[in-house]
């Protein structure tokens, strides 16, 4: 029995030292798959990240490029804006003077107007008082045409009456 109680713990240190073997070449295998396992997905965390990058770079450049568009779109339109405020302050500053030229011109026709308004009254007394003296001298001409016509008619019958004085003088200086 010695010797088969020898025998059966030689065959079960052989078995230990086959399942020692077996679990060492278990555990290097599965810590090679191990290995290989994280290696792989370190790999795809890495093209993962890559891709993750590259998108975001993408992406940034997108963004700048289309916020550098806005800016420079911003910027054109102030400067428009501007321009348009500098011509528009331009254009007031001239009508601004063309008002003011305007304003000196209404006033200087409104002067002249009212010299003209006053010369016109004055011109329209002179011409009542010319309607005046030529109705004046209208009437008096009648007058003297009707004084001269009755002075001719009163001369000739003064000359009638002449006649007719001398011719009775004679006769009465003859009776005296």
Do not use: W
């Not at 890559?50 to 963004?63: P, T, W, Y």
């Not at 568009?69 to 331009?90: A, F, M, P, Q, Y």
């Not at 309607?131 to 004084?147: F, I, N, P, W, Y």
């Amino acid at each position: 029995m010695a010797q088969a109680r020898q025998e059966f713990i030689r065959q079960a240190e052989e078995l230990e030292a086959r399942a020692a073997k077996e679990m060492s070449l278990l555990r290097k295998k599965m810590d090679t798959s191990r290995r290989v396992d994280v290696h792989a997905t370190e790999e795809r965390k890495n093209l993962h990240i890559q891709s993750l990058e590259a998108n975001h770079e993408k992406a940034f450049a997108d963004m700048k490029s289309y916020y550098n568009d806005i800016t420079i779109g911003n910027v054109n339109v102030i400067k428009t804006l501007r321009d348009n405020i500098e011509e528009l302050r331009s254009n007031l500053t001239r009508v601004q003077r063309l008002l003011d030229e305007s304003h000196s011109e209404e006033m200087r026709k409104t002067q002249a107007l009212s010299a003209a308004e006053n010369e016109m009254a004055q011109l329209r007394k002179i011409s009542k008082m010319y309607e005046s003296e030529k109705s004046a001298h209208k009437t008096t001409q009648d007058s003297k045409s009707r004084l001269m016509a009755e002075v001719r008619g009163l001369k000739l019958n003064l000359d009638i009456l002449q006649a007719k004085y001398s011719e009775v003088r004679p006769i009465d200086h003859q009776d005296l």
